[in-house]
């Protein structure tokens, strides 16, 4: 998606090989008009297959999911990560790694809210080691209900998260994918050269 990619471009900033730093449009400020393009390119890209529900993690999965599912009109839910006073019966929960914040973290969903025969888009910010996605996964799972597939905002391919979860059959859709963050410089992955594969 030429439009985030430039976004990246223009405000992203590369901390390390492995970080990159979004906190201006995405993960701390939301660029809403960027937000409603993405939600719209994610209905596109996913309109081929049943969805029901969209699932994502608190916080920064919640812009891009709710966008989305104004375009799909479907409901949105998100995984919280944090207790909460009124959430605490039926609870679906997985456990989830964060290697930036290097802790674990318990993340749960009531099961009022997915049913055997929902079919759920998984929406997140980031795709890198796959945790995040494997979390929502086993939640859907618990709740016997269908994964229709994986959207991501900005999927880093140079770690192995994105293989794994396309090997495991998933249908994966990120909107950009970075070869590398080496020398303080992102580098995409072509579109061309992801559609001669």
């Known amino acids: 998606m030429r ?10 900033k590369v ?9 201006s449009f995405l993960n701390h400020q939301v660029d809403p008009i960027l937000m409603k393009e993405i939600g719209k390119e994610f209905a596109n890209r996913f309109k081929e297959v ?8 608190e916080s ?6 709710v966008m989305a599912g104004l375009y799909m009109d479907v409901p949105v839910i998100f995984a919280r990560k944090r207790k909460s006073l009124t959430l605490t019966e039926n609870l679906l929960t997985s456990s989830v790694y964060s290697f930036t914040k290097n802790e674990s ?3 749960s969903v009531s099961n009022n809210f997915l ?9 997140d910010d980031f795709l890198a080691n ?15 209900a269908n994964v229709s597939g994986i959207g991501i905002v900005i999927e880093k391919a140079f770690q192995d998260g994105g293989e ?32 001669l594969k």
Do not use: C, M, W
Not at 50 to 57: A, H, S
Not at 130 to 144: D, F, H, M, R, T
Not at 164 to 177: N, P, T
């Open 3 to 12: 439009l985030l990619q430039q976004k990246i471009l223009q405000e992203g």
């Open 164 to 195: 794994k979860l396309r090997l495991q059959g998933y249908k994966v859709e990120s909107l950009a994918r970075i070869q590398s963050l080496a020398n303080k410089q992102v580098t995409f992955i072509r579109e061309r050269e992801e559609a």
């Open 130 to 144: 796959g945790e995040a996605a494997q979390g929502l996964i086993n939640i859907v799972k618990q709740a016997g």
């Open 50 to 57: 049943p969805v029901t529900k969209i699932l994502t993690i």
């Open 115 to 123: 049913q055997e025969n929902d079919h759920v888009l998984i929406i």
């Open 15 to 23: 901390l390390s090989d492995s970080v990159l730093k979004v906190d």
């Open 60 to 65: 920064s999965g919640i812009a891009p999911s």
């Open 105 to 107: 973290n318990e993340i």
